[in-house]
């Protein structure tokens, strides 16, 4: 895998209970040397800057240590038997009968050795799942939450155990306490786990599109064919596909017609046609009629491999916000046993309570505070707002773009193939000393050299004209094209940039100068997209200053801003202008640039968000922060509203997740709260931050 030219190493890390084992592994890692460290609790994933074997195996080994399982390349996804749900299972019909001896009088259920009896099983499983775990950490040098609840549940159970060998009566039996607080806990991370897994269902999605069979053909001419799977395509290889199969890898049609559903990919539910020279996505469906395909990308050279992985990079990116989270989180843990020690102190000391309230009283702290609400406040809301914008065709590079996204003021729009459909016409075409014919053909043959939208109009306009044989052709970005013939004679069609030492007007759209005369010039017309001007107003009524950029003319930029209500416009600019333009914005603020991802890719990296429209989905995918596929404006309003509800959500959780601990820990210190409440609560708050990032996937946009 490469990430912005780093070359990581991923790995498959099974065992994390929360979002500070993860921050363990990331600290011990970093300790030992390793650099790029992130590990995502969200998606089971470590990874870093590529090593050698030796380090590479040096790492699996620490991971291991600290009591994580990584699975290694072909090892099969195995069903633990002890795993979580066992565990819960097991724990709760064991501190079921510790629970109904606080309610009923059976004298049995009493009797410290029964209670005793019933409690091992659960404290044992306790100390596998949370102890290994809290050792770790205070290894690593960040505790985790497992440290306090580790140390909750073993003081009630010591205590009581003690009480139990010394025969010292009821007043020391807290078995219940903490055979309750483990089968709660248990609980909690049983619900945080499974929500946690529905949040990283866009990535489980994409992945099961990935998994189909193809129809290798074997022997063209006798239409020999075999069924294998996709896994299994090569490259060039040549595939049938029929009505109703999905299309298993990248290529080209050669042979054949009918329609496929890209909606995977453009978010679109209309049917595209494919007839011979189409380009078919892996991943998409062939809804209709029967072609032959050339394959062109296996494996993950696909475009559907790499929408993956720009997801699960996504994913593993930090927002801003998080940075501080970890921080708190790091420190949590230490600063709470320093209140629960405390809180005992004080109560058994000062305020001269008994030993056993003492005791409860510490061991509630212990357990309320709890960071696991706050270490799953902001991925969770990350992961599931980037997997909405994946399912509605919008790819976004990382959870610090999203936050940066929802908190843009200006976005600067390109306006050619951006603002505007890239479909030209020539509408207007006028030659000087009856050079028609010549101008048809010098135009012609200069624009067969180029890509951009204005030469195809040309081309489509003036095919048939002779052609010249040039000696040289060369494209100057922001010009236009300049050629010389055999017999010396140089020829340039441009913008009025070009012409505007030898005329005063600048009315046309491309002018041609033979040997610094002007001999010809046109007019195109190039059409409006149908949901630019919704797309400005919708920002506008957001507080979001829109601003067009162009290189075109004067005339053409103002007349299109008009239409659509941008107030603010740069024209005939060339792209070190545009670039310069793009710093002063991003200078004061947040500030989105609007391109194709192919000629603006310098302003798209400078500006703070960099947006692409661009339908060249591999080359869109390597030059901007937010790929909007098949370049449809209001996936601009869609992204945007996404980013924004997803930071929302992430301050509904950081606020949740904070005003809980203040609250209940002052509670807990006082003696209000009791021990088994106080891990109700506890795996309560968690599953309110996870379920409220999950809201995400259904609300309402603005």
């Known amino acids: 895998m490469e990430d912005f030219g780093i070359k990581k190493v991923v790995l498959k890390v099974e065992g994390m209970n929360c979002t500070n084992c993860a921050l363990g592994i990331r600290k011990q890692l970093e300790k030992d040397g390793f650099q790029n460290v992130d590990v995502s609790f969200a998606t089971n994933e470590v990874t870093f800057a590529e090593v050698d074997k030796l380090r590479l195996v040096k790492a699996k080994e620490r991971i291991h240590a600290m009591g994580y399982h990584v699975v290694e390349n072909g090892e099969r996804d195995k069903k633990d038997f002890f795993s979580i749900e066992v565990k819960f299972i097991i724990s709760l019909i064991f501190t079921l009968p510790l629970l109904i001896a606080m309610m009923l009088p059976f004298h049995l259920f009493h009797d410290p050795y029964f209670q005793l009896i019933l409690t091992i099983p659960v404290f044992s499983i306790g100390v596998w799942h949370f102890g290994r775990s809290a050792y770790h950490s205070l290894r690593s040098g960040v505790p985790n939450m497992d440290v306090l609840i580790i140390l909750g549940s073993s003081a009630a159970f010591i205590y009581s155990l003690y009480g139990t060998i010394e025969n010292l009566g009821h007043d020391f039996q807290f078995y219940e306490t903490s055979a309750t607080i483990i089968t709660l806990i248990l609980f909690g991370n049983l619900l945080e786990h499974r929500s946690v897994k529905r949040t990283t269902s866009a990535i489980d999605d994409l992945v099961q599109l990935q998994k189909a069979k193809a129809k290798r053909i074997t022997n063209d001419a006798k239409n020999t064919i075999e069924e294998i799977d996709a896994s299994l395509i090569h490259k060039d290889d040549r595939i049938l596909i029929n009505t109703g199969d999905k299309i298993p890898v990248d290529g080209d049609v050669y042979w054949g017609y009918g329609s496929a559903d890209e909606s995977m990919i453009s978010g679109e539910s209309i049917l595209v ?374 930071l929302v959500t992430i301050k509904q959780n950081l606020f949740w997740a904070f005003i809980y601990n203040i609250i209940a820990i002052p509670i807990a210190c006082v003696g209000l709260l009791n021990p088994m409440i106080a891990a109700a609560s506890m795996a309560f708050s968690d599953v309110i931050v996870v379920a409220n990032s999950l809201r995400l996937r259904r609300r309402k946009l603005k």
Not at 291 to 296: F, I, S, Y
Not at 416 to 425: M, R
Request: hydrophobic share 45%; glycine share 8%.
């Open 273 to 646: 046609d494919k007839e011979e020279g189409a380009h078919l996505i892996g991943g998409t469906m062939l809804m209709m009629g029967s072609v032959k395909m050339k394959t062109t990308a296996v494996g993950s050279a696909t475009v559907l491999a790499q929408i993956i992985e720009m997801v699960k990079k996504a994913q593993q990116d930090k927002p801003r916000m998080q940075n501080l989270a970890d921080k708190i989180s790091a420190i949590f843990v230490p600063l709470v046993v320093g209140i629960a020690i405390l809180t005992f102190v004080l109560s058994y000391f000062v305020f001269g309570l008994s030993f056993q309230p003492a005791l409860m009283h510490c061991i509630a702290v212990l357990v309320i505070a709890c960071p696991c609400a706050l270490g799953l406040a902001i991925p969770t809301a990350v992961v599931v707002g980037i997997g909405r914008m994946a399912r509605n065709g919008i790819l976004i590079r990382g959870g610090s773009t999203l936050e940066k996204f929802a908190g843009v003021k200006t976005v600067i729009f390109d306006k050619t193939g951006t603002l505007t459909t890239g479909n030209f016409e020539v509408k207007k075409f006028h030659a000087f000393d009856g050079k028609l014919e010549k101008s048809k053909s010098i135009l012609l043959s200069l624009e067969k050299h180029s890509s951009h939208p204005i030469a195809k109009s040309i081309i489509a306009t003036f095919e048939g004209a002779a052609l010249v044989d040039f000696k040289q052709v060369k494209e100057q970005k922001g010009m236009g094209m300049e050629a010389t013939d055999e017999a010396g004679n140089v020829y340039k069609a441009g913008s009025f940039h070009v012409a505007e030492h030898l005329t005063k007007d600048d009315e046309h759209t491309v002018y041609l100068i033979e040997n610094d005369t002007l001999i010809a010039w046109l007019d195109v017309e190039d059409e409006i997209k149908s949901d630019a001007a919704d797309t400005v107003k919708f920002l506008k009524k957001h507080g979001i200053k829109s601003v067009l950029l162009s290189g075109d003319r004067r005339s053409k930029c103002e007349s299109l801003a008009k239409k659509i209500g941008i107030e603010e416009v740069y024209y005939e600019k060339l792209p070190h202008e545009k670039l310069k333009i793009v710093e002063e914005f991003t200078s004061r603020g947040d500030t989105a640039m609007v391109g194709d991802g192919i000629n603006d890719a310098p302003a798209l990296a400078r500006s703070t968000v960099g947006v692409s429209l661009s339908n060249a989905t591999q080359i869109a995918i390597k030059s901007a922060q937010v790929i909007l596929l098949k370049g449809n404006l209001n996936l601009i309003s869609k992204a945007w509203s996404v980013s924004d509800l997803t």
